[in-house]
């Protein structure tokens, strides 16, 4: 479904990253997938989870543009969402205004959404506490929204400071979020597992006190 309209416009044609490089992602940290893909991808501080039992999600986005403090089209896109998609929203960072709140994270849940990321602010903290999926956001106010749009669904959008479009591959834990172009993704997942091996022989590694640490003074001798 696609309209014409420049700021009043929905696209559900898009191709999304598979299941199967999805099931993969979800069982590695983000900071090893930022690592692989040179950490340029990943959102900055100050996004929070404000879901307590929701602590990881893997997912293909679906982008959703908000006017600041307006959320219509975030609720048209909790309609339109498919099952295992990570909402995600640009709300151009605004805090003034909480564009989702407890009923719609419920709502969401309800539908099988994956996560929503908000790039924004939220509220009904307690309530989005007990949800079973992440909810991220920049902050909390007790204002609610507008809901007189414009707005657009599955064109591409900044959050975060990072270009998403939908069907990208998004991983979020307890660090923070990042987003892989689709095209990108499976490369980098694969490049991923392959350093969690690594770190898993550094663990090892340190526990054995024989974790190698002449590249630091190399580091320092090569830069003086």
Not at 81 to 86: E, F, L, R
Not at 103 to 128: F, K, Q, T, V
Not at 154 to 177: F, Q, R
């Amino acid at each position: 479904m696609a309209q014409p309209h420049l700021g009043w416009r929905i696209n559900t044609d898009f191709e999304r990253v598979s299941k199967e490089l999805i099931a993969k992602a979800n069982d590695i940290p983000v900071a090893v997938i930022g690592d692989v893909s040179n950490r340029l991808f990943s959102f900055p501080g100050g996004f929070q989870n404000f879901s307590k039992t929701a602590s990881t999600v893997a997912g293909p986005a679906l982008t959703v543009k908000v006017r600041p403090g307006d959320n219509l089209f975030l609720h048209k896109a909790l309609d339109l969402a498919s099952p295992g998609d990570i909402v995600v929203v640009d709300a151009a960072g605004a805090l003034e205004n909480a564009i989702l709140g407890e009923m719609m994270g419920r709502y969401a849940a309800s539908r099988g959404i994956a996560g929503i990321i908000i790039d924004g602010a939220i509220r009904d903290r307690a309530g989005l506490a007990t949800l079973p999926i992440p909810v991220y956001a920049r902050g909390v106010t007790p204002n609610g929204p507008w809901k007189s749009g414009p707005g657009q669904i599955g064109y591409p959008i900044t959050a975060g400071g990072v270009a998403i479009a939908s069907g990208d591959l998004i991983v979020g834990d307890e660090d923070g979020i990042i987003v892989l172009p689709r095209a990108d993704a499976e490369a980098v997942i694969q490049q991923a597992l392959e350093h969690v091996s690594v770190e898993a022989k550094w663990a090892q590694q340190i526990a054995d006190n024989n974790w190698p640490r002449g590249w630091v003074d190399e580091a320092i001798a090569n830069a003086a």
